[in-house]
């Protein structure tokens, strides 16, 4: 069965910064983009940062542009997710997503999420 685990959530005060990490296992991860999205309450989640399967295409959401940092680690299986300058704003769990779109099928999965707390 295909795992996704996401850490290094936390509460932590406005301006600080957190690492989340995202380790895959069951599925051949080098082949596979990954995502960090993000769930507030009361809004949809969103994707926050997402990295090609070589690490070649970076997209970030113009919320987090300058301030997060997304990474991946193929022979680790793990991606990284840096948050600097953390806000307010920046509280949600976090999910961490694997996605292998084949044109003929499609392979996504989801982490369980972790808690990021910005509050002083």
């Known amino acids: 069965q295909v795992q996704l685990v996401e850490t290094g959530g936390g509460l932590v005060q406005p301006g600080g910064s957190l690492i989340l990490s995202c380790s895959g296992s069951?599925?051949?991860?080098?082949?596979?983009?990954m995502s960090w999205y993000r769930e507030a309450p009361g809004k949809e989640r969103e994707l926050v940062a997402s990295i090609g399967s070589v690490g070649g295409v970076i997209n970030y959401a113009d919320s987090v542009k300058g301030r997060f940092t997304i990474s991946r680690d193929n022979a680790k299986s793990t991606v990284y997710l840096q948050l600097n300058s953390l806000k307010p704003e920046d509280t949600a769990v976090y999910y961490c997503?694997?996605?292998?779109?084949?044109?003929?099928?499609?392979?996504?999965?989801w982490g369980q999420g972790t808690q990021v707390t910005v509050s002083s």
């Open positions: 997503n694997a996605d292998l779109d084949a044109g003929w099928t499609r392979w996504n999965y």
């Open positions: 069951r599925f051949t991860f080098k082949n596979y983009a």
